[in-house]
């Protein structure tokens, strides 16, 4: 003896006593008896196994668990094997369990072990284990379809249940910056449906880190206001950003304020997202009222197309400079065009971009232009897009979501 039950184990014989009726042998109507033997199976078999480990604890001179008032852990009885019923979700259902209470001898008080035995927090309704699976069950997909797929195999988890197990796991997830990757990100936003305000009211923001590897991980994820502040998205990280001995690449098209404010001991360089550029600037010739493929606009956007064209390796810095210098004249006269016409919004969407296009591209970094946070939005529009959110659902979801497909987060 002196063996802890989760040392050696212990064996249960399991025999199984069911009565139902069948009105024929048909494979539906044998999956609907299983169906029905199922939630008593469950309950019964957790009861054996728990009542097993009890007495097998009990025998030993040094219980696995202590009286709760005076400490002692070495004198019981059993007070009963079949208490009052506590829910507990296990997993395929929720299951009513019969406590299993031992008095102590030393001071008379009672003490309910069944969820010592297995490994819960008193109280607990949902083990983290199985609200970490639920919680990534409605990152992945729809909570009707969740319900639905688990409801085909004779699974009784209903949308509520999924939803506040979301909530949970996500409020156990955080996103930063890792010291031990590479110091190059991108930072972007996707408009998101809110319940109560127009589509594009908020929009999700994903501050994505790069990878030594290659691939990227999720370093900051926030909802807000279109257009609004980011400060949330890099506050998480701004401890990591001070410690990489490079300059830090941050590819955005978002408001930065919070790193210009700590210009001094964060090094960044900002890099306008050059692919953007063309598409936003189609939004904004449609606010200055320019017909769509008209003339005007053609021209506008096949010259921002041009400008915003990086081609990759050059390592000459001559011949860098020189692009640099012919794609600057470009843009002045394509903001020059734009405000002889009077497209008020689109010169001073350019103004605003001019200072950080080339920011990366002169400093003979990565010059790269394509967006690798459009892939990690793909992947957050495929979930969030399926219906209207409350701001929290939302960032909850996309957090699990992210952490699952990026982060190396399972359960
Ligand atoms: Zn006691």
Known sequence: MGVTPQGKGITINFDCQFEVRLKESTLSSILAAFAELLPQLLTDFFQKVLIGFGEHAMALKKKPF???????????TWKTRHGKKTQIHAFYRWVELPQLQVLCKRCGSKLSITRKL???EPKKRIPAEIYRKLGLLGSLTSYRVAEKIGGMFGWAVDKMTIWSAVQKTASEIDFKLDDKELPQGEADGTGIGIKGIAKRGKELKVFIQYKKGGGVRVAGLDIGNYNGAWNRLFQNSIEVFKGFRRRFLLVTDGDTSILDGLKDKV??????CLWHIPHQAKYVLWQDGVKHKSAEWLHVVSELMEICAIRPFVDCQKTIEKMIESKRKRLEEVIGYCRGKGYTHSVSYLENARPDMFTAVEKRLNGKTT?????????????????????????NVTKIRLAYYYNGFDA
């Open 66 to 76: 202590a009286c709760g008032c005076c400490g002692n852990a070495k004198e019981f």
């Open 371 to 395: 967006s690798k946070v459009e892939r990690v939005m793909r992947t957050v529009n495929m979930r969030v897009n399926v219906s209207k959110w409350s701001a929290a659902g939302a960032l």
């Open 118 to 120: 297995l490994g819960i």
């Open 267 to 272: 090094k960044i360089i900002v890099q306008r």
